[in-house]
């Protein structure tokens, strides 16, 4: 069993910060990427930020400058800190990563069940 679990979710007025965080816990042999989708009321999911096995990161053109993904390796975690926030970043953000568990040969796709960031006044 591979579980996601975030946090660091909640209300923050525009300009704003937060910083979520997402560990991935279980019987896990490894871990390839990990990132941070989200979906706005009325939207499809999108990606936010991604980073793979080496380290690479990409963001969507919508937060680049404003948010930075971070991973680390040894905790199996992976935080999305979020800076200069407005009303279009809300949404409910999902962890998601791609995680090949003990005793499996197969790279199978989690996710977390989401957490939700309110961007208002």
């Known amino acids: 069993q591979v579980q996601l679990v975030e946090s660091g979710g909640g209300l923050v007025q525009p300009g704003g910060s937060l910083r979520l965080s997402c560990r991935a816990s279980?019987?896990?042999?490894?871990?390839?990427?990990m990132g941070w989708y989200r979906r706005a009321p009325g939207k499809l999911r999108e990606l936010v930020a991604g980073t793979n096995g080496g380290g690479s990161t990409n963001y969507a053109d919508s937060v680049k400058g404003r948010f930075t993904i971070s991973r680390d390796n040894a905790k199996n975690t992976v935080d999305l800190q979020m800076n200069s926030l407005k009303p279009e970043d809300t949404a409910i953000y999902y962890c998601?990563?791609?995680?090949?568990?003990?005793?499996?040969?197969?790279?199978?796709?989690?996710w977390g069940r989401g957490t939700q960031v309110t961007v208002s006044s």
């Open positions: 279980g019987n896990i042999f490894s871990i390839n990427s």
């Open positions: 998601n990563s791609n995680i090949r568990r003990v005793g499996s040969t197969q790279w199978v796709d989690y």
